[in-house]
Nanobody
């Protein structure tokens, strides 16, 4: 399943962005989807995930209370609403098929191009 992330941009501290994730050639139904981010010079960090249909969601401590993940099956989309953005949220964000529970783990080693989020102080 090849996923494509979009919606990144540049905002000031405290601003908001909504990232979108879709599959170009298949349905997202039946898959748990997660968001990762990678800042320059750092490793990839799991941020949030949503289960395939059981309502499971997970957020890392760094984004809990500020980010909200959701999915719209009719539009074949998963969203990450990011509010109260901080400079430390600056990163390339990727979506991926994951195992979602008390954390997230990628199922496939495919990351796509990601979408860049830049938060200025």
């Amino acid at each position: 399943v090849q996923l494509q992330a979009s919606g990144g941009g540049s905002v000031n501290t405290g601003g908001s962005l909504r990232l979108s994730c879709t599959a170009t050639k298949s349905s997202l139904d039946g898959y748990a989807i997660g968001w990762y981010r990678q800042a320059p010079g750092t490793g990839r960090e799991g941020v949030s995930c949503i289960g395939s249909g059981d309502g499971t969601t997970y957020y890392s401590d760094s984004v809990q209370g500020r980010f909200t993940i959701s999915r719209d099956s009719a539009k074949n989309m998963v969203y990450l609403q990011m509010n109260s953005l901080k400079p430390e949220d600056t990163a390339v964000y990727y979506c991926a098929v994951v195992e979602c529970g008390f954390g997230l783990r990628p199922v496939y080693d495919y990351w796509g191009q990601g979408t860049l989020v830049t938060v200025s102080s």
